[in-house]
């Protein structure tokens, strides 16, 4: 592939041309992409961190209510390496999930009894079961899922496809994050500003963190005593006195100035108008939910993720924590299901009903699973589960997706996988598939080596494309 | 200095004997790139790739499918432009270009010369004259190329350049003026003499050193919590300020712990390994870390010091470099020998630490050991006084009388225990007890609650198992704690004194349990202790055996002082013991006892001196930081290649050792450590070590290295800009010693260095990156630079040179909206205004301003400089607080320092940021905006107050409000200005 960018580089200096919000115009993708047709334009990822227990939500496993407190057979766990937070637990009792699990819609999803919005879009959504990770830590599962390897360094999947695929909207970054505290296990997996990072790719292609508190995008509001009117004063003088030092040096990277001081006063604007959210109308709230009025909740976000979708930006990707539940699971899922099911289908809903759900690819899920065997005691009303890799699901949905499809299985215990797995670089690449992009083909040469998100491996999982 | 050269002169220069041939293809600037990027992996050096039996990257190999001299009879001719069996084949992308293909042909038809990578053959040095051997060698390329070199730039702009470039600090108007005066031809010459013995200098070296070095003040997983490097940053500056050579700057970074006798400064520099991040993630596999530490270790020993990607090498052999797999975990060998756990602490510094007192901190030490010594002289003088006293009061001693030590003592039963000392795990604490077992499983003293996870209690618990007396202190039972036992029970039914002592250190080897006032061996059950075992319970006492005299104390109590507490007889009885048949202990304790109570005024009051001083020694010397360093085990780990790079699949064994392709190691000396390995790096015969740190500094003057790729001098790393150039600065600079501050001057007293960076739009189109230099280097300042800068022309700038990190402005909530825990807490006074090489960097989180303008995030060695220009850099500058104070205080310093007019006040300001006075132009603009502000200031005085009220330095109130503000928009405006975030 010919890096058009680098090209580029080589011809006229790293930042006179393309820009954060892609100030050259055009759609600034590289040459070459799409290799496919797209299927989507935009992703909308609701990464759900801490690792929500496929065991209380989705995977449904009926014959384990016979076996709770009995041992997990040695058959079943191979050996495989555990956390050391339960290596050296002398027992692994079955803990078999307390929430009723009932099927829904047309495909007859399974789903429990603590995801009752979602039940409602079942036929929108295509459950994969068979999510498998190499990682059973926070830190580099989560990281794993955001760059194709466990060590920081890497750029993440939408610093990827903003370098790639450039961005639609001129006025807003081409990738967009937005974090919020789940009720579940509040004190424990930080997230890290790295996640969204651009590793080795150039920095403009970092997710921008947009806060719900203070500035939504940091230095974004002028300070104290300075008004709109006083501050395009000052542009228009900045502007010229660089003028004057640029027909001295001729260097295009004054003009490149220039034109993002014009793209920072612009953001200024487009951005308090995309996070104001006074103009939606009541609907809107009883969709999402009450909670979407107050910032920095899941459902405030998901509301967010839509506006920004209506606005063209290409990757929006909001974190959800607390899912982390190694010990009182059955309290705080029901707090952290709360938090999520009724905004994530709504924004499908939402989506959809707005025509943008069939070039919108939404992904909802975690960095792991949890383990069928109990973490800490076993009771009637309580129980936790460790970190598990073998298995877990999410779901896609939109453009482009095989809707009301579940694919992959696990065995009856929820812990391997028995049918169809899908691993962390296969998903990378399938979402690269969806937005058009060849995953062996977006490249970056760094430290003389040629780079890409699903490293060496990878394979686009094409029973879930609709295409 | 420029005019010396003519024209002609340039044209000589193409004709000297050390130039190359201009045109054709040479197989290491045109061809191993190509085959390197394109063939390599399938034909090139790793083993396991080989598809096919060609190798390309060995002369034998790739003339089986080469004929010297005839291209159209070469297989690898027709192979890289056939349609149907093309190579590269379709798989592996595009093909190969016409240009491409063009070369190939050229050098084939030229003979199919064989080159072994360049950067692999020693520097050669190039016969030019040295005293001018930079520009020589740059134009003599730029004749080459049809082009001139630049005027010299005015003096303005050089003083700022160089100013900036040297200190990172913007030159002063007294410092301008006085280099516009000095019409002399050495005027220069003595500003860079100056700068470079400027304490500044070292900050700005180190700076770019600590992203090299991946420096932090957080362990970068998960929680991140902070760690203490700052000794060895310091240790940084330090070193550049004093001009160490290169050579043993690099010796004592890879292994200042071996050298012989190695002084605290030369253990401090190991840390330089220690700086990668470390992972305290509950649960973790503590290998799976310990090897990725030693990775890095490799990764960026390699990187810095070598220009080597070796990582490459760690799961197969690598693709484009002749190293092979066993050749990295050689080098990993040299690396892995350290006493160190996978899994780091949570908070703090993880094993090997040391104790890394400041000049000021060793003074001090000094200073109150010489005065413990003093009053244990005087103490002494008493001491026959003291026994005869001691003597006379035993006669009379009450036979009931009781005494335990009551320093430290914070509650005892019978008496309230309840909830004093709730220590937690950075506490030390002393809890002793009698007990009379009759079971043996039972509590003896506790402050613990149900846990969480296990069946077994969160917090401090002591404790009979099987009679052996347990002691756990726990946050979660199965991996956040410590737990140890005495190897041998206790006797039941049988009256024994139990007591515990905790250091605060959080390892195992900081508890100690005494039975009958002796320590006890020790079985650690679990050394991981991680987080605060503190819980909100009172203590309490077993109940199901005799437990009785519980003493809690929150220090460490010394054996002695164990022992005396384990004497069960009273003062009374000890005194009806005749001196000579008393035990130690027994003798101590009615020696305290008397010291503490009953001496005279005069005794009493040397012991208490004399214990006060060593407790104030105590209490400094805790608060001393540490700093991780580099250790090796006595007994050598052995070591073997990781399959695919996993720490879970050992392969074969292996000795330390270097890559083959590179210089032999050393002759003489014994053994073959880290310090060997150091030695092999500043060998002169390194043929990389020089070239990559020479290329480096280049990179700070001109933006780009000469060899571009300064992370990678392999096959995929670029051709060196001016290869001859890249030897002679590298063979200078052993020449020299490694001597680095004259290797600055050298470069930056070259003409190239001080050309005007103005540039014609033609030159601008044909070498847009400035790769032949036949302009000065213009490009924006690093971030920290554009902080430093404004708080230095604003005057805020605060010097001190080293010291723990420091937290400035930056928005609220930005840790704890990425962790829910703590948030970050902004410092106040001058901590706000300290150079930006201070500012506390957590991994998680890196200080957004140093963020937005490309400072790499630290979390794995970065060498290569990158510059973007975005809508984010733009708010910063306009909204950040920093530069809205800074622009405050700078419109204070016009209206005060800056003469009577609005034209001379804003003259002012702009010369402090760009050493030049405006123009008419600007001064109309600039101008124009003052009036406008000054407008609508006047008539909105609650706009101005809220603009000048912000930020923690007090506005000068004298000053009028809406001048001030309409000032303060002026200032911000220079701060936003291009030139003034450029060095042009």
């Known amino acids: ?467 | 200095m420029f005019g010396r050269f003519t024209f002609g002169l340039m044209l000589c220069a193409v004709a000297a004997p050390a130039q190359p041939k201009p045109a054709g293809a040479e197989f290491n600037r045109d061809i191993r790139p190509i085959f390197s990027d394109r063939c390599y992996t399938c034909h090139g050096p790793a083993v396991a790739m080989r598809v096919s039996k060609l190798r390309l990257d060995s002369e034998q190999g790739a003339k089986t499918v080469i004929v010297p001299g005839d291209p159209d009879r070469s297989e690898m001719v027709r192979r890289i432009m056939s349609d149907k069996n093309r190579m590269p084949p379709l798989s592996a992308g595009p093909g190969l270009t016409d240009a491409q293909i063009r070369l190939i042909r050229e050098w084939i038809r030229e003979g199919a010369v064989w080159e072994r990578h360049w950067s692999f053959i020693p520097p050669k040095r190039p016969s030019v004259p040295a005293s001018n051997a930079i520009d020589y060698l740059v134009r003599a390329k730029l004749g080459r190329e049809g082009l001139k070199p630049a005027p010299e730039a005015d003096k303005e702009t050089l003083i700022r350049r160089v100013t900036l470039d040297l200190t990172g600090l913007p030159p002063t108007p007294a410092e301008i003026d006085a280099f516009l005066r000095d019409q002399s031809p050495g005027a220069y010459d003595k500003v860079v003499d100056r700068l470079l013995a400027s304490p500044r200098y070292g900050e700005r070296m180190a700076i770019r050193w600590l992203d090299a070095a991946r420096y932090a003040d957080t362990n970068g997983y998960q929680t991140d919590g902070e760690r203490y490097m700052w000794r060895w940053r310091d240790w940084v500056i330090d070193a550049f300020n004093r001009n160490m050579p290169y050579g043993e700057f690099t010796v004592e970074q890879i292994a200042g712990d071996l050298l012989p006798n190695a002084t605290l400064e030369q253990r401090i520099a190991s840390g330089f390994n220690r700086n990668h991040r470390g992972n305290g993630e509950g649960g973790i596999v503590p290998e799976e870390y310990a090897a990725e530490y030693v990775v890095d270790r490799v990764d960026t020993t390699s990187t810095v010091f070598l220009g080597l990607t070796v990582g490459c090498a760690r799961c197969h052999d690598h693709k484009y470099d002749p190293i092979k797999q066993k050749e990295f975990y050689q080098l990993y060998a040299y690396f892995d020998n350290i006493p160190e756990r996978g899994n780091a602490q949570k908070y703090g510094n993880s094993p090997p630490f040391i104790k890394a007192p400041t000049a000021p901190q060793q003074a001090e030490v000094k200073r109150l050991d010489d005065a413990i010594a003093d009053a244990g002289k005087k103490f002494a003088a008493l001491n026959s006084e003291a026994m005869r006293g001691q003597r006379a009061w035993e006669q009379k001693a009450a036979r009931e009388m009781e005494w335990s030590e009551p320093r430290a003592l914070v509650a005892k039963f019978p008496g309230d225990l309840a909830m004093a000392g709730n220590f937690g795990f950075y506490d030390k604490f002393t809890l002793s007890a009698r007990v009379n077992a009759s079971t043996p499983d039972g509590p003896i003293l506790t402050r613990a609650k149900e846990g969480k996870d296990a069946p077994e209690p969160t917090g401090i618990s002591v404790l009979l198992k099987d009679g052996k007396v347990h002691v756990n202190l726990v946050l979660r039972w199965l991996d956040d704690a410590i737990r140890v036992e005495t190897r041998d029970p206790v006797t039941l039914n049988q009256s024994h004194h139990v007591a515990v002592t905790y250091d605060g250190s959080r390892f195992a080897d900081g508890v100690k349990i005494y039975v009958d006032g002796a320590a006890r061996e020790l079985k650690v059950n679990l050394d991981q202790m991680n987080q605060n075992f503190a819980v909100k319970e009172p203590w309490r006492i077993g109940t199901g055996f005799a437990v009785d005299q519980v003493r809690i104390y929150k220090a460490v109590l010394p054996p002695a002082e164990v022992a005396v507490l384990a004497t069960p007889e009273s003062i009374g009885e000890i005194a009806a013991i005749p001196p000579d048949k008393r035990s130690a202990a027994q003798s101590d304790k009615i020696r305290l006892c008397y010291l503490d109570q009953f001496a005279p005024y005069a005794i009493q009051d040397a012991w208490k001196t004399l214990l006060g001083l060593k407790e104030d020694r105590e209490r400094f010397y805790d608060r001393v930081p540490t700093v991780m360093v580099m250790q090796d085990r006595p007994v050598p780990r052995e070591t073997h290649l990781l399959l695919r790079g996993a720490y879970d699949h050992p392969g074969e064994k292996v000795e330390r050792g270097v890559p083959a392709v590179l210089n032999p190691l050393p002759a003489g000396g014994s053994g073959n450590n880290r310090l060997t390995l150091a030695r092999w790096v500043t060998d002169p015969a390194n043929p990389l070590t020089a070239r990559v740190a020479v290329n480096r500094f280049w990179q700070m003057y001109f933006g780009t290295g000469i060899v571009k790729t300064v992370e990678d001098f392999g096959s995929q790393g670029e051709w060196p800009a001016n290869p001859e150039l890249l030897d002679w600065l590298a063979t200078e600079f052993v020449l020299t010693g490694w001597n680095v501050k004259a290797m600055q001057k050298t470069i930056v007293m070259s003409a190239t260095y001080r050309q005007s960076s103005k540039a014609s739009p033609e030159l601008l189109q044909r070498d847009p990156e400035n790769r032949l230099l036949a302009r000065g280097p213009r490009f924006r300042l690093p971030a920290e630079m554009v902080r430093d800068q404004a708080l230095a022309i604003s005057g805020l700038l605060a010097e001190k040179i080293g010291g723990p990190s420091v937290k400035p402005y930056q928005p609220a909530g930005l840790w704890k909206e990425l962790s829910g825990g703590e948030d970050y807490v902004q410092d106040k006074g001058d901590k706000l205004y300290r150079r930006s090489l201070y500012t506390f960097w957590k991994r998680a989180s890196p200080p957004p301003m140093m963020v937005n303008f490309d400072s790499p995030g630290r979390e794995a060695c970065t060498v290569l400089e990158t510059r973007t220009n975005t809508p984010l850099q733009a708010l910063d500058l306009m909204n950040d607080l920093t530069f809205v104070e800074g622009s405050r205080v700078l419109a204070e310093r016009m209206m005060k320092e800056g003469g009577k007019s609005p034209e001379e006040r804003i003259a002012f300001a702009f010369r402090l940021a760009t050493a030049r006075m405006p123009n008419d132009q600007e001064r109309t603009i600039l101008l124009g905006s003052y009036q406008y502000n000054l407008d609508r200031f006047q008539t909105d005085s609650g706009a101005a107050l809220k603009l000048i009220d912000q930020g923690e330095r007090r506005r000068d109130p004298s000053l009028s409000v809406s001048d001030l503000a309409a000032y303060t928009t002026v200032a911000s405006l220079i701060l936003n200005l291009d030139e003034t975030v450029t060095r042009q």
């Open chain 1, 1 to 467: 592939m010919i890096d058009r960018r680098a090209f580029i580089r080589g011809a006229v200096g790293t930042a006179a041309l393309a820009s954060l919000l892609n100030a050259d115009g055009g759609d600034g993708a590289l040459q070459g992409i799409p290799h496919f047709p797209p299927t989507a334009k935009r992703v909308i990822y609701l990464f759900q961190s801490g690792a929500p227990s496929q065991m209380e939500l989705f995977d449904y496993k009926p014959k384990l209510a016979d076996l709770r407190s009995t041992e997990l057979p040695d058959s079943i766990r191979q050996g495989q390496r555990l956390t050391g937070m339960t290596a050296t637990q002398t027992s692994f009792p079955i803990a078999p999930s307390m929430f009723r699990f009932a099927q829904y819609g047309q495909s007859g999803a399974w789903l429990s009894e603590l995801m009752p919005h979602m039940a409602a879009v079942v036929d929108d959504l295509c459950f994969i079961k068979s999510m498998n990770t190499e990682q059973i830590n926070h830190d580099p599962a989560v990281t794993f899922c955001q760059t194709g390897f466990q060590l920081a360094g890497r750029p993440s999947i939408g610093s990827w496809l903003a370098y790639g695929l450039g961005s639609e909207n001129k006025e807003l970054p081409a990738f967009v994050v937005m974090i919020s505290q789940g009720s579940g296990n509040a004190a424990d997996q930080p997230l890290y500003d790295r996640l969204w990072g651009s590793g080795f790719l150039p920095s403009r292609y970092q997710g921008v963190k947009f806060r719900s508190a203070g500035d939504p995008v940091l230095y974004l509001s002028n300070p104290a005593g300075i008004d709109g009117g006083t501050r395009r004063r000052f542009l228009d003088d900045l502007a010229a006195l660089d003028k004057i030092n640029l027909r001295e040096y001729s260097d295009p990277e004054i003009s490149t100035r220039i034109s993002q001081y014009e793209m920072a006063y612009k953001m200024q604007t487009s951005v308090p108008e995309l996070t104001d959210l006074s103009k939606e109308p009541p609907h809107t709230f009883e969709l999402y939910g009450e909670d979407a009025r107050k910032p920095g909740t899941f459902a405030a976000n998901c509301l967010l993720a839509r506006r920004l979708a209506e606005r063209g930006v290409r990757f929006i990707q909001l974190f959800h924590r607390g899912w982390d539940q190694h010990t009182n699971l059955p309290k705080q899922i029901r707090g952290q299901a709360r938090d999520t099911d009724q905004a994530s289908a709504a924004l499908v809903q939402d989506l959809k009903e707005r025509g943008l759900l069939k070039d919108t690819l939404v992904v909802w899920g975690g960095e792991f699973g949890r383990t069928v065997y109990c973490q800490g005691k076993l009771t009637a009303d309580d129980y936790g589960r460790d970190h598990h890799p073998r298995c877990f699901t999410i779901w896609m949905a939109g453009g482009g997706m095989k809707a009301g499809l579940t694919y992959g299985e696990t065995d009856e215990f929820g812990y391997n996988i028995v049918r169809n797995p899908v691993d962390i670089h296969d998903l990378h690449a399938t979402i690269l598939r969806n937005q058009g992009i060849d995953h062996t083909k977006l490249t970056y040469k760094f430290q003389g080596r040629h780079f890409r998100l699903t490293d060496v491996k990878g394979k686009i999982v094409n029973d879930v494309l609709a295409v």
